[in-house]
């Protein structure tokens, strides 16, 4: 890494921009907060931060890492049909695609069951299910009909966008997805392949509905990936690595997270549990999300230093998904419009995971406003805080947030001691790998965590093993003199 680098953090939520610098060592140097007119852009916000940075101009020429997290990604991607050119960055239309389900014997209930009608004609040309899949035990559930397969993708060919693939059990055994990659990529050449095994859950529906989701965002989010970079470039930033914020409080490369669209969400939310927990000093605390307004819309709660996820399902779209993002209990308020201290304290009581109190800490462009409106300490916390810079609690959390990966894998209980501790140490392995595609430093990211949930649903004992990894951002390639050139998204 470059000596004396800065990351900036930027956020956008609503009409509120804000902007953090952080130094080589993590440490926040400068931070900014502007209100603008109508629904900022990224390219607004990046102006109004960098206008502010200007007195401390060597350090912006150093600036070798941008993070955004922009709250609007979470409308985009609750209503996709709904999203706008004016408001949302990635606005062009969904689809189609095409689905493949590897599995014919779980054709009791076909691909997309689940979706809302409107919803799916408007994303999916075409759907189907052919033979392939895996067996609990890693054996193959039936051959892989690569004859069917292939006329499916000649069906598809030139009318389709994106294509979804989802096998039983490919989280345990993804062969027959890469097999069926291997040919989908030989019939149809660049069109884009979302494999659900990268994607996880162990839920068959829900890990295809995560991954038919991702697969329609995959095109519109390279396109808008690469305008994001052009528009870095006339601001003299062409030469900085892009990162955005990920639903589970980490950051993701510019160039995953095009080919990742899914995993954005949430990913505003996460960054304020994540900088208002810093700003406080905190590792576990609960946090108040607030608007411009002043209102707290949800509580969360942060255990050492990370956002709590959702233990369940995700719905999107109306859609139920395997995706699991940051836990965000809402307040829910008798006027949407005003404190309600009652209300406040209900969602903290439902946001705790143990019976002890906590600090309540506030996060979000609102944050100030709401500090002045509630006493001290409410019910079931331990005070009330307002940190200093909360308003810009988003844009410090992306700033300094770890970029992460994770590795999903059933693992059968009755096995031998040695075959288990290896199982156990792939996953950890492949969460590393996986953090290191997202944008990791591949000689510091590390495993931080492993869970192994016990499976009740089986006919054989077993346990769904998750590995988390993290690891600071790559090096960036910032120069005070020369053009060092730009990084591309490659759109496909």
């Not at 990046?46 to 941008?66: E, M």
């Not at 996880?200 to 989701?213: I, M, Q």
């Not at 490369?253 to 000093?281: E, K, M, N, Q």
């Not at 709590?308 to 995700?314: C, F, P, S, V």
């Amino acid at each position: 890494m470059p000596d004396h680098s800065y990351r900036l953090g930027i956020a956008l939520d609503g009409d509120h921009v804000s902007g953090a610098l952080a130094d080589a060592d993590g440490d926040i140097v400068a931070v900014t907060t502007h209100r603008l007119d109508g629904c900022p852009t990224p390219d607004g916000a990046v102006t109004a931060v960098l206008y502010s940075f200007l007195a401390n101009g060597g350090a912006v020429r150093k600036i070798d890492r941008v993070a955004f997290a922009i709250s609007e990604l979470d409308k985009y991607v609750v209503f996709p049909q709904q999203a706008s050119a004016d408001h949302h960055p990635w606005s062009d239309v969904l689809g189609p695609i095409a689905v493949l389900r590897l599995g014919a014997a779980t054709t009791a209930v076909p691909p997309l069951a689940l979706w809302p009608r409107d919803f799916r004609d408007q994303v999916v040309l075409a759907s189907t299910t052919v033979a392939g899949g895996a067996r609990l035990d890693g054996t193959e559930l039936e051959p892989l009909d690569e004859d069917a397969l292939t006329d499916f993708a000649r069906s598809v060919a030139g009318r389709v966008k994106a294509v979804a693939v989802t096998g039983v059990f490919a989280t345990l055994t993804p062969d027959h997805e890469l097999a069926a990659a291997a040919i989908l990529e030989r019939e149809l050449g660049g069109v884009p392949l979302v494999l659900s095994h990268e994607i996880g859950g162990n839920g068959l529906l829900e890990r295809e509905n995560a991954t038919v989701l991702q697969a329609a965002l995959t095109l519109p989010a390279g396109r808008d990936a690469a305008k994001l970079q052009d528009m870095l470039v006339q601001h003299d930033l062409g030469h900085a690595e892009v990162f955005f914020a990920r639903n589970d409080g980490t950051i993701a490369a510019i160039d995953h997270a095009a080919t990742h669209p899914l995993a954005l969400y949430g990913g505003s939310a996460a960054a304020t549990v994540r900088g208002a927990a810093r700003l406080a000093g905190e590792q576990d605390a609960l946090v108040a999300l607030t608007n411009g307004c002043g209102v707290v819309h949800a509580v969360c709660a942060v255990t050492a230093g990370q956002p709590r996820l959702t233990a369940g399902h995700t719905t999107i779209a109306g859609v139920p998904t395997s995706l699991r993002v940051i836990a965000r209990v809402p307040v829910r308020a008798a006027e949407p419009t005003t404190v309600d201290v009652r209300a406040m304290t209900e969602a903290v009581d439902r946001a705790k995971i143990a019976p002890g109190d906590l600090p309540l800490l506030l996060g979000g462009p609102g944050a100030e406003d709401l500090a002045t409106a509630l006493p001290l300490r409410l019910t079931g916390t331990l005070g009330v805080r307002c940190p200093p810079w909360a308003s810009a609690a988003a844009a410090v959390g992306v700033a300094t947030a770890p970029v992460g990966g994770e590795a999903e894998r059933i693992m059968p209980v009755r096995g031998a001691e040695e075959s288990m501790r290896s199982i156990r140490e792939a996953v950890s392995e492949t969460a590393r790998a996986a953090a290191v595609r997202a944008g990791a430093d591949p000689q510091r990211a590390r495993t931080k965590l492993i869970e192994e949930t016990p499976l009740s649903y089986l006919s054989e004992p077993a346990v769904a093993l998750r590995a988390r990894a993290e690891g600071p951002p790559r090096p960036g390639v910032a120069t005070v003199a020369g053009d060092p050139g730009t990084r591309r998204v490659a759109t496909r």
